[in-house]
């Protein structure tokens, strides 16, 4: 998988640099969650598969902003999945973003993942990869080069919340569970980036994100097999836990189409212990 995880270097450099130089208007197209798409997405979503066309390793990508499965290499072995630029619309007001990459061998499923990394796109490009028998890593663009910093842990319990979707849409049941926390003393954290935001919560010592089902989304707002079961494996191998409202774990899922999505929870454990008691399971 090192040549997957070398040409996600080399993409981060790609779309930083789009980021900083390209338009940041909508394109007039959707992609396949109907959402509209900024000619950032479609363009980060193309360098990605320029840079993987000849990677022998890589059999097929399926994108957030695609329909479909693109066929690469006959005699590839793994299914890249990936958003390529999640949070794009916070560019426009110079917030951080990120893409999210699934690294997947047999059926898209969560079982089937194999390793997920993803890039954040801020004051310093970072990288973190993890596969099921390593924590994530942490990299760093420094000097023009990507260098390790160090594996990320968690604490059992961490002080921020960073709590997804619209309030007035929530369950009673997750509205008082979310205050109850506050009440608590956790700080509020969210961007409305998922990337940078479950990055903080990992490199600040833990806590909870939530993307709950809610009346406007029954499913939850975040993809299956290109955001939540990839962070899902970020977080269970840096010491947390993380699973849907039904306390499934969310490296279990299995997505009955490739842009299914799913009510989200990602924290450290005590976080998560306690929105199991919140939510009966
Ligand atoms: P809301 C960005 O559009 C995104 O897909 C994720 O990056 C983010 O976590 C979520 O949507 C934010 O959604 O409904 O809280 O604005």
């Known amino acids: ?95 951080s973003v990120g893409s999210i990459f699934g690294i997947y061998e047999g059926e898209l499923e969560g079982k089937n993942l194999v390793a997920s990394a993803y890039v954040v796109y801020g004051p310093r490009i970072e990288l973190v990869i993890a596969t099921r028998n390593t924590k994530p890593m942490l990299s760093r663009v420094i000097a023009g080069q990507f260098k390790e910093i160090g ?72 993809r299956q097999l290109f955001e939540v079961i990839p962070f899902a494996l970020m977080y269970e191998q840096a010491g947390g836990e993380a699973i849907n409202h039904e306390g499934l774990r969310l490296l279990e899922l299995i997505p009955s189409h490739p842009h299914d999505t799913s009510p989200c929870f990602f924290g450290s454990k005590h976080e998560i212990t306690a929105l199991r008691q919140a939510y009966g399971l």
């Open 151 to 222: 594996e990320i842990s968690m604490n059992e319990k961490g002080k921020l919340n960073a709590s997804g979707g619209t309030q007035q849409n929530w369950s009673p049941m997750h509205k008082t569970f979310i205050d109850n926390l506050f009440a608590e003393g956790y700080r509020l954290r969210y961007s409305g980036g998922m990337v940078p935001d479950l990055h903080q919560i990992m490199l600040k010592g833990g806590g909870l994100f939530s993307y709950p089902a809610t009346t406007d989304k029954p499913q939850g707002k975040l």
């Open 1 to 95: 998988m090192n040549d997957i995880f070398e040409t996600i270097k080399h993409v981060a450099f790609e779309i930083d640099n789009a980021i900083k130089t390209s338009d940041l208007g909508y394109s007039n197209s959707e992609n396949s969650s109907g959402e509209d798409q900024l000619k950032l997405d479609v363009q980060s979503d193309i360098i990605i598969e320029k840079a993987f066309a000849n990677i022998t390793s890589v059999k097929a990508l399926v994108s957030e902003e695609k329909e479909g499965v693109l066929s690469l290499s006959k005699s590839g072995k793994y299914t890249l999945c990936y958003d390529p630029l999640d949070g794009s619309s916070l560019v426009d007001v110079n917030l």
